[in-house]
């Protein structure tokens, strides 16, 4: 099927004409996000986001592999999203979809191709060995806006994920377990962020982070990718009617703002994970104690 | 011990969805069964008069391998006996399961799965009570390792199943039907009958065998039987879903 | 008026196709007064298998191959061996600290003395496992049976079969990682110039060094074999797995791998082409796979299975109907026909040593007829095929 069945007529210009009063149907504002929780589970890069009613898990990985002949000081950065029936019932199991595809390369050229994580630094033997590092997206509730939402899990993700400890002695790595020597946190050169802009009437309403009704209604859609400096890394306008160039301008202004949103909503959350591991740490590390004595 | 903990739709848009914990083997299952749905573009392949059955089980960090469709081969087997297809509206359409490991260490390529497979079946099966799919009865499965002194070992890390001799899943009926059996490595038949012993105690408590004392202990050891978990926390879905009637009453 | 009425009987082969289920249950339970004994429509008795034939070397560009028959299902597999040398492998020279693979490199100098006494080689899973020097495939090809169309994706049961082959591979632990090694032996300081004019030309002395049986605590781990074991199901008449296994381990069994020795000189491994340097893989044992259907009496069980007895009450069933009629066929090497008419299905793969049947694998799914004393009698089943596989294998 791959596609979600269409929106009947009375639905779409029930939402069209909310939308030319200015109101959506959850009562936001156009340039209004939905409500974002960001949380962390128990492993290192386990991160779940709740978008409004889309919402998805992000598992971060790592292993030690052989780098690519061309790029001998590079490690390797993967983002692999599939979308299973468990988003929707619309999505086949197994079958890529248009959807699919546009989405892994949207989140490609935002998070990788903007060079967010630094390949260089995961390179630990020059053209023998280095990390590689996956990002699997689980999308688990699909109510539009796969593509913010997914953004900020990896982004999220990259930033509390932490390897293991590998060291080169006489040509030999030698990987140190999570608990023996403290994990590496990744080295995350900016953070990149999209934002997804809905545009209806011929581009007079535009809406940001739309439910999937609202995207089905919608006649075309920009997408924006920013970091919180400012720099634009990715643009597109890729399917559907012709957007106004001022459009682009305009928006860019909002996508900043609401970028620096997500990262503060994801900082917190990183920072409220950090001081509930310093916590659980501690408990830990004196129960080891305790350990080591049982065993002597 | 600490027992598995799982809850009922915990997502949204799918029929009915089930998230499962098993802190001993350290794997966490989210599941979701659509059903029942049109399987266009498979009309062909439709039975007349059954429903088909479709699981597919998406890695957690991995990229996919043939194991997962040999697992996937495993559920379907166990659950299409339950399923009862023929109900009215299920007929020509389908079953879709689907199963996404989302916690613990992922499964190598050419690692068993079998640790895992309880969780999975369990997950499989809260989802399908989650979405109203008409079952015939319910089960309860569990792993178990054997070692080379032939100590039996329920539920074993990814450590204990590594140095094992040899692994054994098996899942009961809430009749008490054995229904799945997969057993690798090396055994003979009277450590299969002892460890077949052992999952039922787990799966069903030894209140069925007669009371010796000696199984009762058995039974304290391995705590609530993994069958009235699974009731328990359908029951729990249910008294929290009609909350506003039993209140009402 | 006279005209007869006409017959409204059919040829069997009709009524086959028409009632399968019906048809075969006839044969299993003829009435009673019809003196015929109980038999499967395709004239064997409930645990006969199959005619089985093997036939190994048929494949010329590999280095072991085979075809067994099993009636009307067939299965080709080739094994074909290619050189991994360790610098490829990103792993190798890696070692983790807190998990259970430790070093590679360094278990295997441990380790490296006693092996050779030692049956049970602790590297042995790790290696062939995480390297993957074992790497089964098997397809269903075009035509094997009239389900197959051409120039479609593995199907699920392709895939399946690929891993239960590659999962019994490493559980039995058929192939020994020594027989896959590719040693080094540095030479002594002392012989070091004589043994590099002779390495140039003939690498004699070189292949002498390379052998393990001496001070091993320097030899190094050049390289790997890699066997590709590629198993295709020429034609498919039912019970692919038995078949497909069959095949594997007569190929293994034909296997010859060249002896190969490294050059330090060039950096690469150097095979052997003489045929009287090769060897033979060493296997560990010789596990049968037995596959088994079960076929059961009451229709209406797959229509709406609403009353299930639960295991006690059918026991006491199954105590009554011993003494009456038959209910339940466990059927032995199910082909096509019977496939489709047992949902459940149960595997068991044996091996003997010692006179003793050890069960390697054992799985039953998709019912629940099959339970302890009936598992049994399928493992005592599947120990007298054992014997039976066994002399074919050995004839080959």
């Known amino acids: 099927m791959n596609k979600e069945a269409p929106l009947s007529i009375a639905e779409r210009d029930f939402i069209l004409n909310a939308l030319r009063e200015d109101v959506r149907l959850d009562g936001r504002a156009a340039d209004q996000l939905r409500p974002l929780t960001v949380s962390f589970g128990e492993e290192y890069g386990h991160v779940k986001v709740q978008l409004g009613r889309t919402s998805l898990i992000v598992r971060i990985s790592a292993e030690v592999t052989k780098p690519h002949d061309d790029r001998p000081f590079d490690g390797l950065f993967t983002i692999a999203m599939e979308l299973t029936a468990m988003g929707s019932p619309a999505w086949d199991n197994g079958r890529q979809g248009d959807l699919e595809t546009y989405v892994t390369n949207v989140l490609d050229r935002v998070v990788r191709h903007s060079n967010a994580l630094d390949t260089e ?26 593509i913010d939402a997914a953004c900020a899990g990896i982004m999220a993700g990259l930033q509390h994920f932490r390897r293991q400890d590998a060291v ?129 | 011990m ?62 996919a391998s043939v194991g997962e469709r040999y697992v996937e081969g495993i559920i379907r087997g166990v659950v299409g006996r339950l399923i009862l297809g023929r109900e009215r509206g299920y007929a020509r359409r389908g079953v879709v399961i689907t199963l996404a490991i989302v916690g613990g260490e992922s499964v190598g390529r050419a690692d068993s799965h079998l640790t895992l497979l309880p969780a999975l079946l369990h997950t499989a099966l809260l989802a399908l009570l989650s979405a109203s799919v008409p079952l015939s009865m319910t089960f309860s499965a569990t792993v178990l390792s054997v070692d080379a002194s032939g100590k039996i070992t329920r539920e074993p890390s990814a450590e204990v199943a590594a140095a094992a001799k040899s692994i054994h899943v098996l899942a009961f009926t809430s009749k008490g039907h054995l229904l799945l059996n997969e057993s690798e490595g090396a055994f003979d038949f009277d450590t299969w009958e002892k460890v077949r012993q052992r999952a039922s105690a787990i799966c069903h408590g030894t209140s069925t065998v007669g009371a010796d004392g000696d199984i009762a202990m058995v039974e304290d050891a391995d705590g609530q039987p993994l069958e009235g978990t699974i009731r328990e926390t359908v029951e729990d879905q249910v008294h929290r879903d009609y909350a506003w009637k039993i209140d009402a009453a | ?172 632990r058929l192939v020994r990682a020594e027989d896959l090694r590719v040693w080094y032996q540095p030479p002594s300081l002392g012989g070091e110039s ?45 019970n692919p797995f038995d078949a497909a296994w069959a095949a594997v381990l007569a190929a293994l069994r034909d296997t010859k791998l060249p002896k190969a020795s490294w050059d330090v000189d060039n950096e690469i491994v150097v095979c052997s082409d003489k045929v009287s340097e090769a060897r033979k893989l060493a296997l560990r044992g010789l596990p049968v796979a037995s596959s088994f259907g079960v076929f059961e009496a009451d229709a209406a069980a797959g229509w709406r299975a609403v009353i299930v007895p639960d295991a006690e009450e059918e026991r006491l069933i199954e105590e009554g109907a011993r003494k009456g009629i038959q209910r339940r066929w466990v059927l032995a090497d199910p082909d096509g026909y019977e496939e489709g008419l047992s ?18 694998k054992m799985e039953k799914n998709g019912g629940w007829a099959l339970d302890g004393q009936a598992l049994k009698e399928v493992v005592e089943i599947s120990a007298r095929r054992w014997e039976e596989v066994k002399s074919i294998l050995e004839q080959c």
């Open chain 1, 121 to 146: 630094s995961l390179c630990i033997v020059k053209g023998v060995s280095c990390w590689s590092i996956r990002a699997d997206v689980h999308i688990t509730d699909y109510d539009g806006n796969l």
């Open chain 3, 1 to 172: 008026m006279a005209s007869t009425a006409p017959s409204l009987t059919l040829p069997p082969s009709q009524f086959a196709r028409l009632q399968p289920h019906a048809y075969l249950l006839a044969h299993l339970s003829p009435p009673a007064s019809s003196n015929q004994p109980s038999i499967r429509a395709n004239g064997r008795a409930p645990a006969q298998f199959r005619v089985t034939s093997a036939n190994t070397g048929s494949l010329t560009h590999t280095n072991g191959s085979a075809v067994v028959r099993v009636g009307d299902t067939t299965a080709v597999c080739g094994v074909r061996a290619e050189i991994l040398p360790t610098d490829d492998i990103a792993s190798w020279s890696v070692s983790h600290t807190s998990s259970r693979t430790t070093n590679k490199r360094q278990k295997l100098a441990n380790s490296d003395s006693e092996e050779q006494q030692e049956e049970e080689d602790p590297n042995d899973k790790s290696h062939i496992q995480d390297l993957n020097l074992l790497v089964p495939n098997l397809s269903l090809s075009t035509g094997c049976a009239p389900g197959f169309i051409p120039g479609a994706p593995p199907s699920a049961l392709a895939q399946s079969l690929s891993h239960q082959i590659l999962n019994l591979l490493h559980s039995t």
């Open chain 2, 2 to 63: 600490v027992g598995p903990t799982a809850s009922l739709t915990p997502l949204a848009r799918a029929d009915g969805s089930a998230s499962y914990h098993c802190p001993s083997t350290g794997s966490n299952i989210l599941g979701s069964v659509n059903a029942p749905v049109e399987l266009p573009g498979r009309r062909d392949a439709l039975k007349p008069e059954d429903a088909t059955v479709e699981v597919f089980v998406k890695t957690g960090t991995a990229p």
């Open chain 3, 343 to 360: 949902q459940e299905r149960a595997c068991v793969v044996v091996d003997k040593k010692q006179g003793k049947t050890v069960i390697v």
């Open chain 1, 168 to 296: 080169v002695k006489e040509g030999q790595v030698i990987v140190y377990g999570l608990d023996e020597r403290v994990p590496v946190a990744l080295n995350i050169t900016h953070k990149p962020l999209s934002v997804t802009f809905h545009t209806f009437d011929e581009g007079k309403k535009v809406i940001i982070d739309a439910t999937r009704k609202e995207e089905q209604a919608s006649e075309a859609d920009v997408v924006i990718g920013l970091n919180n400096a400012g720099d634009v890394c990715f643009m597109s306008k890729f399917s559907g009617s012709p957007v106004d160039a001022m459009v682009f301008v305009d928006k860019t202004s909002v996508a900043l703002e609401k970028v620096k949103e997500i990262n503060a909503i994801i900082d917190k959350a990183l920072q409220a994970d950090l001081a509930k591991r310093a916590k659980s740490g501690m408990l830990e590390m004196s129960r080891a104690e305790n350990d080591r004595e049982l065993e002597q």
């Open chain 3, 194 to 238: 004589l043994e590099r004019h002779n390495a140039e030309e003939q690498m004699d002395v070189d292949d002498e060094g390379t052998g393990k049986e001496d001070d091993g605590e320097k030899a190094e781990v050049k390289a790997f074999w890699v066997l590709y074991i590629d198993v295709m199901i020429v034609s498919l008449a039912g």
